[in-house]
């Protein structure tokens, strides 16, 4: 039909040309969309945990000075019932030692 008229001419564009650039320009698009969308939430994970890293909890200091003080002092904690509290350190040596075999024991060899 446009052949047959004598003003209109054939400009060459066909519609798999234009469909085969505007898929790759969509595709070109969504994968820069993508690569910026992952790359911010890089910086951003990365951010918070700078922040994270520098934020000062005082309810969280102030509970590792308690669990210090209570690990590291003797203290009665029944009297009547003979319970003491010793310091961690201390607690662990004495387990060491019970654990050890005695001189009197003889030694087990495997």
Known sequence: RWASRTAAQHEGIEAKQLAVFLLGGILLL???VWAAS??????ADAAMERVA???RYP???QTEVHA???LGHYRIVSEPDGIYQIPIERAME??????MPHASTPELRF
């Open 30 to 32: 969504g994968g820069t």
């Open 38 to 43: 992952f790359w911010f939430k890089r910086e």
């Open 53 to 55: 890293a520098t934020a």
């Open 59 to 61: 309810e969280l200091q």
């Open 68 to 70: 210090r003080d209570r």
């Open 94 to 99: 004495v387990l060491a030692q019970e654990s």
